[in-house]
């Protein structure tokens, strides 16, 4: 019987934030790598993306002989501890990938072990390239890695950076100082990763640097598993020297939120640094990365410019510092009815219609998708029939009950329910040129206007985004709320309503942070239907 070796990483910019996976299966007895897979999954958090790694390690080693013995090796103490039954599995987007995994082979086919995360570095470059792959608007191409490469290199040579200009404050500038300080050789500091700097958190398009599964995400991901299970983060005892290593390489990195990170760890770990600094404070932590970088044999006035140049990428702009995950929605239209094919105004006043065939299968398709991901934690729905329908077929999937929100229906398009867009220019031209026109006219017959279900959906947003802080949340509504919603985060006029395409089943997403920015992160995906 052949035996398979799997080490698996996920890693998340943000936690939740753009995540990716990577695995790799070699041969036990010859350690010939035989598989690599990595994957860009969206947005999702650190542990999510772990289990998604494991899950397609475990499949990829299947796939290669279905009647094999696996080992599977990870640096996730959580995952390694939950898949092998020591430690109680509570979180529900956990609860289903676990399952997921524990059947791909026959129980006593799997063995689990924990290993550091410096063994762990060809899984960890997979899942750095599936975020990079991810961030630039495409997924990790095999053919095209060099994980196995850059595992065995240790990353040499990786540290080298650009001169950014940039605006007093700008992120990247920050970035680009610190990192530039580290790689003219001080000592104890750690290789930065590669990758380009992080735009603000809720900036268009924002990413994070490559390194999305290393020193920072380890401690982060550790201080998940204490609170997931209960149990004290004191099992490892680092060495001082390697804490301050790794509090350097954080501040190269991304800046106080991750070196806040490795200061809690450092202190449950005992080491004389963490026990000065334990704090969950932004301005106590900026201090540690300060005295840290010092003792790593910077001068005093260097270290503060570093520490300062970490702090503004850190701060989103003139945001506070570490505001903590946003609540993250996942705005899904409903399926098609027997309506949308003939392009028929179909609101809230109208007759209700529910899902066609086509729609019903759509609806599975993204709720096929969105199980896959693994990110969904509540879902809250319009209360009309056809979005209520759509919901309860992707919660079922994803063993989740339906919430109802009569914010969330669609505009009451007044006399022109069930019309179409000619018919309605045949009868009432004179209205439809003042309702292109203005967002405060009415369809005819006192229907809704493009204002008030701003207002509406305004109110809307802000009750859900309280309700559901620091959580993803699957809205199901319809084609003007998501719309609007968009409309609202990008600061956009009314008039951006009419320039946007909205298909059935797409998905877009949306996450709103503690300052009362927004990032739209994905507008009118149907992937998951083609």
Not at 59 to 67: G, K, M, S, Y
Not at 297 to 311: C, K, L, M, S, V
Not at 372 to 389: D, M
Request: proline fraction near 6%; charged fraction near 20%.
């Amino acid at each position: 019987m052949r035996e398979f070796i799997v080490e698996a990483d996920g890693g998340s910019r943000g936690n939740p934030g753009p995540a990716g996976y990577g695995a790799v299966v070699s041969d036990a007895a010859t350690g010939e790598t035989l598989r690599e897979t990595a994957e860009y999954i969206g947005v999702a958090t650190n542990n999510v993306a772990e289990y998604r790694g494991l899950l397609a390690g475990l499949l990829a080693a299947r796939e290669l002989d279905p009647d094999a013995t696996v080992h599977v090796r990870m640096d996730s103490k959580l995952v390694i501890e939950q898949m092998s039954g020591r430690w109680k599995i509570k979180h529900p987007d956990m609860k289903p990938l676990a399952t997921q995994a524990s059947r791909v082979f026959p129980p006593g086919r799997v063995t689990y072990e924990w290993m550091p995360r410096a063994q762990n570095k060809h899984a960890d470059r997979l899942a750095n390239e599936a975020m990079d792959a991810g961030a630039r608007g495409g997924q990790w191409s095999e053919p095209a890695s060099t994980a196995e490469l850059d595992a065995a290199a240790g990353g040499a040579g990786r540290s080298e950076v650009a001169a950014s200009p940039g605006p007093p404050g700008d992120a990247v500038a920050g970035a680009a100082r610190v990192r530039g300080a580290l790689a003219a050789g001080r000592a104890g500091a750690a290789p930065t990763g590669p990758g380009v700097d992080a735009a603000p958190p809720h900036a268009p398009g924002a990413t994070s640097p490559s390194g999305g599964g290393d020193a920072a995400r380890t401690a982060a991901s550790q201080t998940e598993a204490d609170a997931e299970t209960g149990r004290p983060g004191a099992a490892v005892r680092p060495a001082e020297a390697a804490a301050d290593a790794r509090a350097a390489q954080a501040v190269a990195q991304g800046g106080i939120a991750r070196a806040q990170a490795d200061v809690r760890a450092a202190s449950k770990a005992g080491s004389a640094a963490g026990r000065h600094a334990v704090t969950a404070d932004a301005s106590a932590a900026e201090a540690a990365s300060d005295a840290r970088v010092a003792k790593a044999g910077a001068p005093a006035e260097n270290a503060d410019a570093d520490a300062r140049a970490a702090q503004a990428v850190a701060t989103p702009g003139w945001a506070p510092a570490d505001m903590g995950a946003p609540a993250t929605f996942v705005l899904l239209r409903h399926g098609e009815t027997p309506l949308t094919p003939q392009k028929r105004f179909s609101g809230s006043g109208g007759t209700d219609p529910s899902l066609s065939g086509t729609g019903r299968e759509q609806a599975e398709r993204a709720a096929a998708m969105l199980a896959r991901r693994g990110t969904i934690q509540a879902v809250v729905s319009s209360p009309l029939a056809r979005t209520r329908e759509t919901a309860g077929i992707v919660a079922a999937r994803l063993g989740l009950d339906v919430g109802i929100d009569d914010g969330l229906r669609e505009t009451d398009f007044g006399a022109w329910e069930g019309l179409t867009f000619a018919e309605v220019r045949e009868r009432h031209p004179d209205d439809l040129n003042a309702w292109l026109a203005s967002p405060d006219a009415q369809p005819t017959g006192g229907g809704e206007s493009f204002a008030a279900t701003a207002t509406r959906l305004a109110a809307t947003r802000d009750r859900l985004v309280a309700a559901h802080a620091g959580r993803t949340v699957l809205l199901v509504t319809h084609v003007t709320p998501i719309k609007t919603l968009v409309r609202l985060a990008l600061g956009a006029p009314p008039e951006s309503l009419f320039r946007m395409e909205l298909s059935a089943a797409s998905l877009s997403v949306v996450a709103y942070y503690a300052d009362g920015n927004a990032s739209v992160r994905l507008l009118n995906d149907t992937s998951h239907l083609r």
